[in-house]
């Protein structure tokens, strides 16, 4: 079977005749009817991953990375009524060597957490249980995936979504509290589509100003079912938000709001977990934030208060291994976070961005500049780093024990380039 799921991904791949073109399906090219086309992308990212602190054999100080994500859209109408769209999501890694903390897969691409799916559509080529199983390069990897499947049906009423589908709650540029479906790590290096939730999404404006969105989504298990609402409303000054739902194992609720006058933009969002296991309410998570935006310029400002995270280091290892950590609920270990995102594109062809990331509490932070130059409209390349700066972590090899210091004083570095290319 997994023979056979190879060479249909080997004939997705091989297959351009439409990959550049729009293919009606039915009728005259010309008219608007039933179409298919392929667009998609490759991203490319090699680097070298390092720690700032010494651990003794066998770990390895440094290691070299090259990741590849291919991401073949599928998409079309039946009529001008139902469309769908399928997406094909192929993950290649390979590491020259395996370390004990730093960067690790938490840096770069494919740091996001997959999502819980009851239909698992992913298949593992080579890597364990893959095609190549036995092999003494642990870092070799080579993963296919259905990331999308899912079918729109417009009506006078609301638009219904059924299938694997992206999904964006909130606002917040750095430190999301409301994205609860799949979010972004604030360290993945592919942020050009969410990984895909398997949902019955309905969106429905009763005029002009006004969003309802109802959403059922599948976590992986009927345990974990969620599911939820969420009134929307722009308005004169900018625009606010009430929502609420099942999520896991909690029940949340949600508000935010955001006001914008001339290059000046204010935004607040906060969300108040129970805990239906505990039977008891958890601390808030709350981010509130201002943006600066000009013709070629963009300052954001963060402040993040993290509920979910652990008061102190010493609860950072349990955070790690944390539902709420592992299934990207918050890619966060602390409580107190700062962060900023500085982007300027006032040279031709090229944008310089840094973004800072500190956990007041360690205190730690860590930097990430990128230089973006524009090869042309299907294609950049992109060179950057991750840089962690606080306390280095305590090892006991014979102990068989860590003691983590600070959040970012442990994630090392990482320098890579990123080409990336749109067809």
């Known amino acids: ?20 073109a729009r293919i009606p399906v039915v009728g005259d090219a010309d008219e608007d009817t039933s179409f298919l086309e392929l667009g998609g992308y490759v991203q490319s990212v090699s680097g070298v991953q390092y720690r700032t602190y010494d651990l003794p054999e066998p770990f390895d100080d440094s290691s070299g990375l090259n990741s590849e994500v291919i991401r073949l ?25 395996q370390g004990a903390l730093g ?17 698992d559509l992913s298949t593992s080529l080579i890597g364990e249980d893959g095609l190549i199983e036995d092999r003494d390069d642990a870092g070799l990897l080579l993963d296919h995936d259905i990331d999308r499947a899912a079918v729109t049906v417009y009506t006078d009423a609301a638009d219904i979504t059924v299938g694997r589908q992206g999904i964006t709650w909130g606002r917040a540029m750095i430190f999301p509290v409301a994205d609860l479906w799949t979010r972004f790590s604030p360290f993945e290096l592919d942020q050009t589509q969410k990984r895909g939730t398997d949902a019955v999404r309905v969106l429905a404006y009763p005029d002009f100003s006004t969003e309802l969105d109802f959403i059922v989504a599948d976590k992986g298990s009927l345990e974990d079912l969620s599911g939820g609402a969420r009134w929307g409303k722009t308005l004169d000054f ?21 006001a914008t006058k001339d290059h000046f933009r204010g935004r607040l969002e906060a969300a108040e977990p129970y805990d239906i296991d505990e039977g008891d309410f958890d601390l808030p998570r709350v981010t509130v934030g201002g943006d600066y935006i000009a013709a070629d310029m963009q300052l954001s400002l963060e402040y993040h208060f993290n509920g979910a995270g652990a008061d102190s280091p010493d609860g950072y290892l349990a955070q790690l291994q944390s539902d709420v950590f592992t299934r990207g609920e918050s890619y966060f270990l602390g409580r107190h976070y700062v962060g900023g995102l500085l982007s300027y594109s006032g040279f031709e062809r090229t944008n310089l961005s840094l973004s800072v990331i500190s956990n007041v509490g360690d205190p730690s932070f860590i930097v990430a500049p990128n230089f973006r130059y524009i090869l042309s409209d299907e294609a950049d390349i992109n060179v950057g780093a991750f840089q962690g700066f606080g306390e280095d972590p305590e090892v006991d090899l014979f102990g068989g024990g860590a003691d983590v210091n600070s959040e970012y004083g442990t994630y090392g570095g990482f320098v890579f380039t990123q080409l990336r290319v749109f067809f």
């Open 1 to 20: 079977m997994k023979y056979l799921q190879l060479l249909i991904v080997s004939l997705l791949l091989a297959s351009p005749a439409a990959a550049f």
């Open 238 to 258: 900018g625009d606010v938000f009430v929502a609420g739902g099942k999520f896991w194992n909690e029940l949340i609720v949600m508000a935010g709001i955001s």
């Open 73 to 97: 859209e599928w998409s079309g109408q039946l009529t001008d009524k139902v469309h769908f769209e399928v997406h094909n999501r192929l993950f290649f890694q390979t590491m020259s060597g």
């Open 103 to 119: 960067t690790g897969n938490v840096v770069g691409l494919g740091a996001t957490a997959q999502p819980d799916r009851t239909l």
